[in-house]
């Protein structure tokens, strides 16, 4: 049965279509009532309309603060029509069928450099949210509008239903409404929460975070999983939240990972370098005098794993160095801080490729964020792991020194051995990966595989460096080192048997570091 609209409360901070809508209304016969403001604009469009302090019999007080926070309002909105008769005739409280509110512009003020923290307090809408969420209860009876799209449906629908709106809109309507009044303390609980420090609130308000969707996905981590991706609105730093797509198929979720995996790795290198990316592991990574030469020599790690790859500079992506991509290798995603046009006209030869451009690095290491992990029935939050030792804070334990190119490799080694899934062993010599050994529950095994992933490409492992993400709790891991003709090593160090893994590593004459940062990454 359908159920004429014969009253609407048009209360909009945001005016926007407001006086066609309520022209609209009055054609369908609404009588309409409005607080100040809108009142006002009603007005003077000649649209005829109550004001609500007029229909209540009590004034706007305290600069609006209370205008319609009143029984005669509330009353009107929530009453189960039916049910509710008596009590509202006993109370002369006349139903309320539709309310259209947009609430006081909360983001826009404090977004705004010279707002106050009164400013933005004055600004926080209570008998909005109010009215939105008592109307949206009430959607079996009564239709809720919040959003200025949504005018031309409702009428349009009103026009062919005798003035009515369907059960199916009021609650598609009020899903909608509470999403809004939902977004709308999340970003007061934002805001105010970023005034204060302690690591539980900050914690806490992770919880608010508000996150606009980016885009669905066709599936997730596999076929038959649903997926999305949403960012962070005010992300700044380059990333691939805020990257662009110049060309491509749209991202999937793997690549969404993948490209995020490759791209904040490469940003750990002041030198112009190169990370190629399989299944959230670096499978090749170089620094080089130029992109160029980064790309050949991460991609000479391992090609057979670079197939399919994701591929990240931290410099832009020039021509040359898009010709040798496009020429060699299938890559999925390609993501560089600037791309220049005649790359990109290159990368357009293979038109499923996804070229991704990002705002152009800072230099500067970004505030710390969270980073979260879902265990059934919880969520584990801790600070992302932003640590990073210099060249000053490395002790070296063995008896021989690391020579200065050692003492480079062993750096850059041990900037990707962090970026690689643990228990993680890199080999790297002259500034690129030889062999990564990844995601293995036993160190010695992660220490096999970056040796057999050297030999198979024909890479040799003498005169190399090792950087293994944790320490070594037996000698063992030193030993297939020695035997494989590793020169030098970089560990955390702080195992029981540091001792044995030292003298391990002085029989063998390699010059051992302890970084006393382990980088666990899982
Ligand atoms: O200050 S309020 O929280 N107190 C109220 O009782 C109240 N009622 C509606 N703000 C209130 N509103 C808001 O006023 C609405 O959500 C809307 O954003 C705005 C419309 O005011 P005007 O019609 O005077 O421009």
């Excluded at 009430?138 to 959003?147: E, G, K, S």
């Excluded at 993501?335 to 705002?359: C, F, M, Q, S």
């Excluded at 690095?361 to 979260?372: K, M, N």
Aim: glycine share 8%.
């Amino acid at each position: 049965p359908h159920t004429p609209v014969r009253r609407a409360l048009l209360s909009v901070s945001d005016k926007t279509g407001i006086v066609d809508f309520a022209k609209g209304l009055r054609e369908q016969g609404v009588e309409l009532l409005s607080t100040g403001g809108t009142f006002r604009l009603l007005k003077e469009h000649s649209v005829e309309v109550q004001e609500v302090s007029e229909h209540t019999g009590f004034p706007e007080i305290m600069d609006g603060r209370v205008k319609t926070l009143h029984p005669k309002i509330h009353g009107g909105i929530l009453a189960r029509r039916g049910q509710d008769d008596a009590v509202m005739a006993e109370n002369d409280i006349a139903p309320i069928d539709m309310v259209v509110v947009n609430l006081y512009p909360f983001e826009a003020t404090v977004a705004k450099d010279d707002c106050t923290l009164s400013d933005a307090i004055e600004n926080i809408d209570i008998g909005g949210p109010t009215m939105v969420r008592a109307c949206a209860k009430n959607h079996a009876y009564t239709t809720i509008v919040v959003n200025t799209d949504d005018y031309a449906r409702v009428l349009g629908e009103m026009a062919s239903q005798e003035g009515a709106v369907s059960q199916a809109t009021r609650f598609d309507l009020a899903v909608k409404a509470f999403e809004h009044t939902a977004a709308y303390d999340g970003a007061i609980a934002n805001y105010l929460g970023r005034k204060v420090s302690d690591s539980d609130a900050r914690f806490a308000r992770t919880f608010n975070l508000q996150l606009e969707k980016k885009q669905d996905m066709r599936y997730g981590e596999n076929p038959h999983q649903q997926a999305a991706f949403y960012v962070e609105p005010d992300a700044q730093e380059a990333s691939v939240a805020t990257a662009v797509i110049r060309q491509g198929k749209p991202l999937s979720f793997n690549n969404v990972a993948d490209t995020d995996a490759a791209f904040e790795t490469v940003k750990a290198f002041t030198e112009t370098a190169c990370v190629i990316v399989k299944h959230a592991n670096p499978c090749g990574v170089a620094v080089g005098a130029t992109a160029l030469e980064a790309y050949d020599k991460a991609f000479a790690t391992d090609p057979t794993s670079a197939f399919g790859g994701i591929i990240a500079f931290n410099v832009a992506l020039d021509a040359d160095t898009a010709r040798a991509i496009v020429d060699r290798q299938f890559v999925e995603v390609i993501i560089a801080p600037g791309i220049d046009d005649a790359a990109a006209a290159i990368v357009a030869e293979k038109k499923n490729v996804r070229l991704l451009e990002t705002p152009a690095l800072s230099g500067t290491p970004a505030a710390t964020a969270l980073d979260f992990k879902r265990v059934n029935g919880g969520l584990l939050v801790q600070e992302q792991d932003q640590g990073m030792v210099t060249r000053d804070a490395l002790t070296v334990v063995s008896k021989r020194a690391p020579s200065e190119q050692e003492l480079n490799d062993l750096l850059f080694a041990w900037k990707v051995a962090k970026f690689v899934k643990s228990n993680a062993i890199v080999y790297a010599k002259a500034g690129q990966t030889i062999g990564v050994g990844a995601g293995q529950m036993s160190r010695v095994y992660s220490a096999r595989i970056a040796g057999i992933k050297a030999e198979d490409e024909g890479l040799t492992v003498p005169g190399s460096v090792m950087a293994s993400d944790a320490f070594f709790p037996f000698r063992d891991g030193i030993d297939a080192a020695a035997k494989a003709g590793i020169t030098a090593v970089i560990q955390p160090g702080g195992s029981m048997r540091d001792q044995e893994v030292i003298d391990a590593a002085d029989e063998a004459g390699i010059a051992m570091v302890f970084t006393g940062m382990r980088h666990f990454r899982h």
